[in-house]
């Protein structure tokens, strides 16, 4: 018999703190879908983060139901007891088992949702819940909406209203709880060992994919579930698409290798990107762009305090990144220029920090009014990954640095006391990255 490994007054207090700013609402948090990999073979299983979060379970079909200040008060729907079903695929809690270990007050079996459910949203004045992201389970809500409004009887009252779960949980999501920063930091240290063991395998002739499979080892071997998204393992000129997917070609002599991968931790992610030299040691070309970059991202890291906007980040960035591009002669005319017209986006298209937690893009806001950023706070944790890109068959570009693409990607949570990078154990400095080469 399984049994959960983390203790379920963790989900119980979020449970309660999300409840209190819903009070005559329900939230509807659905599992995510299993999904079909190749006939009857499915994807590894991955729980969606939201109901996740508020109960630890990570069953296919299931939903949680919560209705704060009512009772019950958190009602768990899940797949029953099967014998046969669990012979082929596995152990399932069943609806005692989830009462049991899951500390919510009623647990049901998936089938009755549509009449329980009906029941128990008669006394709320709105859903929260997150629509179109699973059409089957939407088509359950509405019927089960319809039944609420049916059974209202001659009331008048129309269909309860939909407000988006997304935000509502984003706003507690982006500020990390003690276990949540527990299992960031243990995520951010097996990532970061990974990825050492992957840049001392690393040489000429070795394929992308023999350094995938080892830090998929690294990470698993030391207790990661697996990774927290598909790394990126991109030599040479592949390192120039951003999410390159293919992980099949070998390193050659004299090229950089981009790694981008992470680890998962009881649903946690890290985030990490090391670029480093296939042969012993960079190319005077490729330390200088590489060292350029190293120094954008310290500067960045030095800015990630309480207050600083999050805009900030990506404003200095840019501008860091243009006096960059203009030294080495990638772009003309002036840095405003560049900037009002974008076209740094031709060797940095992308942005320079997510938050990171359950999703390697983590949920929360990062403008609280369209068009300003919002302040960072303490306790969210953030990715911080400039990088420039320069395609092979830029014809404007200084040959030595065609088919090179360079990212430091770092995770840092916001303290009171400055900024703490979680992924710290995996070097960046030159002569660090050529020390682990010797
Ligand atoms: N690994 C995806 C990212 O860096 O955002
Ligand atoms: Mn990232
Ligand atoms: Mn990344």
Redesign the pocket.
Known sequence: MRKPELDMQIFKRRRHQVGQDIQGSALILAASPEAIRNFDVHHPYRQDSNLYYLTGFEEPESVLLLRPGRDPEAVLFVRSKDVERETWDGFRYGPEGAEEYFLVDRAYPIQDFEERAAELLLEVDQVYYSQFRDVAFDRRLQDTLLRVQTRARRSGRGLLPILDAYPLLGEFRLRKDDHELKMMRESAEIAAQAHIEVIKLTSPGINERALYGRFLYEIMARGASGPSYQGIFASGANATTLHYVFNDQECRAGEVILV?AGAEVHGYAS?I?RSFPVSKQFTSAQKELYNQVLEVQKKIIALMRPGTNYSQLQETTVAALVEVMLDHKLLKGSPQEIIEKGSYRKYYPHGVS?F?GLD??DAGKTELAKGQGRPLEERMVL?V?PGIYIPAQDLEAPPELRGLGIRI?DDVLITAEGPEVLTQGVPKEVHEIEALRS
Do not use: I
């Open positions: 981008d985030d990107t997510h990171l390697v893009h990715t990954e990607e």
